[in-house]
């Protein structure tokens, strides 16, 4: 009998934890375009997406490098949310307006998202927050990512330990201080304190990197998979 309760509780926690990926199923695809070699004068590049998830008909995309170097919040702050934050503004309009042609932003669809104290926002573009960061990676390496040469270009923090790799921002705030964001460390680990100290995390931060991310319909999924 206990046998048998050990087994069905070991096929309950398989079915919890997230499918692992190995490198060779990651799948990408390319879409809309933006500065990223840093060289101006041969126009802008297209975006590489991960295909994180696909279901309901629909898929999330997450940028498969760090596209950009930006703060949280530009000036320092208290309690800025990710409703209020400037990269919230930033990314659904000067990134959203740059990155996308009319006819790709139609297929973007406008997401309403759930955040912290039940703040409901709907976003064309956003960022992943704390539980889809742990629940969509299969390690900590899966999770690291390093910045395009623009990205690079406007002083994004490089780590020396894990060389290469970048901190990037998520729309979680951190639980232990009122003027830090969350964000996946270099190391792939995801900091939901906001950092170690006041520096790493505060929303005025303007060395942390973006992924940004959207939603597109499956079917819309399966043109971009046939034109690769």
């Not at 395009?148 to 901190?167: D, E, F, L, Q, R």
């Not at 998520?170 to 232990?176: A, D, K, Q, T």
């Not at 201080?177 to 460390?185: E, G, K």
Request: hydrophobic content about 35%; proline content about 3%; aromatic content about 12%.
């Amino acid at each position: 009998m206990k046998n048998r309760i050990f087994a069905a509780f070991l096929m309950m926690a398989a079915l919890l934890l997230p499918t692992l990926v190995t490198a060779d199923e990651i799948e990408y695809v390319t879409f809309g375009s933006y500065e990223q070699d840093n060289d101006l004068t041969n126009g802008k590049e297209p975006i590489e997406w991960r295909v994180l998830k696909e279901e309901d008909g629909e898929a999330m995309l997450l940028s498969r490098y760090a596209l950009d170097t930006q703060p949280y919040n530009q000036g320092r702050g208290n309690n800025i949310h990710w409703p209020e934050c400037t990269l919230r503004a930033w990314l659904n309009n000067e990134f959203y307006n740059e990155a996308f042609s009319e006819e790709e932003q139609a297929l973007i669809i406008l997401k309403t998202l759930k955040n912290y104290k039940e703040i409901d926002t709907e976003d064309r573009v956003f960022l992943l927050d704390n539980f889809e960061a742990r629940s969509l990676f299969a390690n900590h390496a899966d999770r690291q990512t390093s910045p395009t040469p623009y990205a690079k270009s406007k002083g994004c923090y490089m780590s020396k330990k894990y060389i290469g790799n970048v901190h990037w921002w998520l729309r979680s705030f951190s639980w232990e201080s009122s003027r830090r964001a969350s964000y996946v460390a270099a190391s792939g680990g995801v900091m939901t304190c906001g950092g170690s100290s006041e520096a790493d995390g505060a929303v005025e931060n303007a060395r942390w990197t973006v992924r940004p991310v959207i939603c597109i319909r499956s079917e819309d999924l399966e043109r971009l998979r046939s034109a690769q």
